[in-house]
């Protein structure tokens, strides 16, 4: 079935660093790729999304490429901040209008000073 | 301002007692769903439902029952059928047809049971 690996963490880096968290998938079809970000106590916000191969989703410092040839949808950032500390899930959505999403376990991800 | 809310933030509950969570909307969303998260874990489906009058179970649906009578609200209630129901609870809205687009998530309702 449709599934979506991601790194496990805490991920621990230190202000400025290079950020990677990789996310692989499994689908049938061509699905829409997502990065959700979660803060301490709140609810998922997205944080960009790639809806075909070779997209390019952006936002906030952060972007994804969507590799169809490796089933890869990795999130990268160039230098974190001690803000970015939350939670990211990767997910995908099968169908077109994104109603049945199917989430990564997530990885926490800690910002040092 | 249009968006989600669920309220309590959080909430405690005697083994034996059913108990309801509420989820409102105003972003005249056809479809809501209700998950479940667990630590270390990402979230797990419950129930679904695309129209009112209307729901289907997700995936983890045994111990749940909800109701949608009117577009706005999709009240999730943890009988005590659960097992095991301390968890954070998330709903989300989502507009059916047009072009891609994503889910949009509540603050998250914790439940914890003494």
Redesign the interface.
């Known amino acids: 079935g449709d599934s ?1 690996t991601q790194m496990e963490g805490p991920v621990t880096l230190s202000e400025e660093a290079f950020l990677t968290i990789n996310c692989t998938y499994t689908a049938t079809g061509y699905p ?1 790729l ?1 990065w ?1 970000v979660q803060y301490p ?6 944080l960009l ?1 790639a ?1 075909k191969a070779d997209d390019k989703g952006s936002n906030k410092g952060f972007e994804a490429t969507y590799r169809k040839e490796t089933t890869s949808f990795h999130l990268e950032k160039g230098s974190v901040q001690v803000s970015d500390s939350a939670v990211y ?1 990767c997910a995908l ?1 099968v169908d ?6 199917i ?4 990885t926490r991800l800690s910002i040092r000073p | 301002d249009g968006g989600i809310t669920q309220s309590p933030k959080y909430l405690f509950r005697k083994e034996g007692q059913n108990v309801t969570l509420s989820c409102e909307q105003n972003l005249n969303h056809d479809a809501m769903y209700w998950y479940r998260q667990d630590p270390g874990q990402g979230l797990r489906l419950i129930y679904y439902s695309q129209i009112v009058n209307d729901f289907q179970k997700g995936d983890i649906a045994e111990g749940y029952s909800v109701s949608r009578e009117k577009k706005e609200s999709f009240p999730l209630t943890v009988t005590s059928a659960q097992k095991n129901p301390t968890a954070f609870y998330l709903c989300a809205s989502h507009r059916l047809g047009g072009s891609t687009d994503t889910q949009y998530f509540g603050p998250g309702t914790r439940l914890t049971v003494l």
């Open positions: 979506v829409s997502f959700y106590g709140e609810g998922l916000q997205l999304k809806t899930f959505s077109s209008s994104a109603s049945k999403i989430f990564g376990s997530g």
